[in-house]
């Protein structure tokens, strides 16, 4: 078994949300938590509320790909090998596509994709030097059905999970302690979700519990909340499944 508490998790986004309860969750289970976030002054307060002496703020902007490989190198040096990183950090701007510019447009999809691209590209760099990893892309169906002035929004979570198709394509064969898959926490009660939404602290406990689980088998897969979803499968195979009582056995955390 690998324990990925011997390493450093990196959470983006960690200066408030969802992010920002992953971090404090992690702290609590013991892990050595560096989290990235644009505003020193919400990363200090992440700090408070996390297990003393567990996290350890870093001012980075994740769009920014040179400023972000210098703050995990840093992170490496100054902390020791990433071993989980948790790509959270998006934001939801609420425009008409005609209220947009494409200077606008672009930088959503710079923070919610590019983001994701950066920061993945520089934990591999740790990663692959042991061989071991846990990467969660925290993501959406917002691309599958769009609500109006969600554009850039919807356009870069759909990206988001075609990237995290894309990576296993390419390291999966050569690094399969690697392991790469897709969250999605749900409707929130953040400043991107609804008041009435789930609690981050809630949604933190699957991110975190799912962080944790070191398992070939999860690269690839989807979990929704806690569950995971199943692959997309036939018509024929569907009706097969169930004349048959068989189907897909999914996990829940």
Known sequence: MIDLRNGIAVVTGASSGLGRALAIELTLQGVRVAGIGRR???????????????????????????????AFDTVISD??????????????PHRDFLDETPESYAQTVAINLGGTVNATHAALQ??????????????????????????AYSVSKGAQRIFT??????????????????????????????ATGLSPTQAAKWGAKLALWHDRSLSGTTF?????????????RRIRDKILRSGPKLRHL
């Open 40 to 70: 020193n002054e919400a990363l200090i307060e992440t700090q408070k509320l996390a297990q003393s002496g567990l996290f350890t703020p870093v001012v980075a902007d994740v769009s920014d790909p040179n400023e972000l490989k210098s």
């Open 165 to 194: 198709r894309a990576l296993i394509a390419d390291i999966s064969d050569r690094f399969p302690d690697i392991v790469v898959n897709t969250w999605m926490p749900g409707m929130l009660a953040t400043d991107m979700g609804l």
């Open 79 to 92: 902390l020791g090998a990433i071993t989980i990183l948790i790509n959270n950090a998006a934001v939801y």
């Open 224 to 236: 929704e909340m806690d569950r995971e979803l199943p692959e997309p499968r036939s018509l024929k």
């Open 126 to 151: 740790s990663m692959t030097g042991t061989g071991i990893g846990r990467i969660i892309n925290v993501s959406s169906f917002a691309d599958i059905a769009p609500l109006p002035a969600s554009g």
